[in-house]
């Protein structure tokens, strides 16, 4: 059996110490060496010259090129286009699954990422009144054949404010909060959100 360390002589208890320090030691490289090892890889290295970075820029650039020449779905956009640009996807010929290519859709002047028939990011009313409740999204009239008529003008910018009124009311403001905005000022404030619509995409 192990003698309890009061038992021991002054020599066995100087090379317990010793023994302990050196473990101590041991651990605390361990841990030292296993720290470095995981945080190495990690670690930012600046170039040390600058032909690493131009070898870099280079072949950034030729990545670039590959995709401005590039069209993977076969839609008409190339694909540094449709990553850019339209945000569609460079792997899937229609982004918004609504059967008309975005290549398509872009000539056309709709939205490649709005699936025809719908309102997509269509800009809110800014409200000039303190006390005009506007509702969280205009929803398409629901009368047929103006109904297209009039989306195609809000998206365009070119609705005039009888309409634009229509839709509100159609949409839930009421009539008597409308009436408290003139003409010119719910004209402004829908081509203010407008511009800031088209701006964040």
């Known amino acids: ?34 720290d470095s090892e995981i945080k190495g890889p990690l670690a930012y290295k600046p170039a040390a010259d600058n032909s690493a970075s131009a070898t870099a820029q280079d072949a ?23 990553l850019n640009i339209y945000h569609t996807s460079p792997y ?21 990422n709005c699936p025809q028939g719908k309102v997509c990011n269509a800009p809110l009313p800014v409200a000039t009144s303190s006390n005009l409740s506007v ?11 103006s109904s297209a008529d009039l989306n195609s003008l809000l998206l365009s910018g070119q609705i005039d404010a009888a309409s634009l009124r229509q839709l509100l009311i159609n949409s839930g403001v009421s009539k008597a909060d409308l009436d408290k905005i003139s003409d010119a000022d719910l004209l402004k404030a829908y081509q203010t959100q407008l511009a800031s619509s088209s701006k964040k995409q």
């Open 60 to 82: 950034a650039a030729a990545e670039e090129a590959k995709l401005k020449s590039q069209d993977t779905d076969g839609d008409g956009l190339s694909d540094w286009d449709e």
């Open 135 to 145: 509702p969280a999204a205009l929803p398409i009239v629901s009368t047929a054949s």
């Open 1 to 34: 059996m192990a003698q309890p360390i009061k038992n021991l002589d002054k020599k066995q208890k100087l090379a317990l110490a010793g023994l302990a320090v050196f473990g101590i030691l041991l651990i605390g490289f361990w841990v030292y060496k296993l």
């Open 92 to 112: 899937l010929a229609d982004s918004d699954s609504d059967g008309i290519p975005d290549g398509v859709e872009v000539k056309n002047g709709t939205d490649p």
